[in-house]
């Protein structure tokens, strides 16, 4: 782990704000021509990589970032992704799908589409400011589909790397992420276990 992988949410949380080029997530959300149109479908991520499986939403987002999907927009949410919200209202996304590792009591790398309803009545982790629920409240507001994909985690600390089963996960994520074409596509059905 080094500095450049940072967000620029993260930086800025740290009292760093000039002199560090942000990692290639943070310098694509700097582009003010990527968020200049109306977009259908956007996956905000989530997650602090310094912290071991709390990287997998800014993981996912390079991952978007290096290999684009068809019709797709990612936000590196990082650990501020209340920060997006104003680009989001710009955007008018009819589809949004935030990524997040979330403590579900299961195998380490399971993926999951957890109810935006109940995410207050669990016991998501989070090593985020502001309660996901008060988020995914906010958002559900002014776009009509909202979606949680929980990643369960095996690591969270500082300074630990990112477990594989995690990453597997991220490319699972990935690869459905690609058959999902239309605003109104299902995700796997085995993530609603």
Request: glycine share 6%; net charge negative; charged share 20%.
């Amino acid at each position: 782990l080094s500095i450049v992988d940072l967000s620029v949410a993260d930086m800025a949380m740290a009292g760093i704000t000039s002199g560090i080029k942000p990692s290639a997530a943070s310098a694509f959300m700097l582009d003010p021509d990527v968020f200049n149109h109306p977009c259908e479908k956007v996956i905000l991520t989530v997650g602090n990589s310094m912290m071991g499986d709390d990287g997998v939403g800014p993981y996912l987002a390079q991952k978007m970032i290096d290999f684009p999907i068809k019709g797709w927009l990612v936000i590196d949410g990082g650990t501020i992704p209340e920060d997006s919200i104003h680009i989001l209202r710009r955007l008018q996304p009819k589809t949004l799908v935030l990524v997040d590792a979330a403590e579900m009591a299961e195998k380490a790398g399971t993926v999951r589409i957890i109810d935006p309803e109940t995410i207050a009545d669990m016991f998501i982790m989070s090593t985020h400011s502001l309660p996901l629920n008060f988020l995914l409240d906010e958002l559900k507001q002014f776009i009509p589909r909202v979606e949680f994909i929980g990643i369960q985690p095996a690591i969270v600390a500082f300074s630990f790397p990112m477990t594989d089963m995690v990453k597997y996960a991220v490319e699972e994520i990935y690869q459905a992420l690609q058959k999902f074409n239309e605003v109104d596509a299902k995700l796997p059905i085995s993530w609603a276990d």
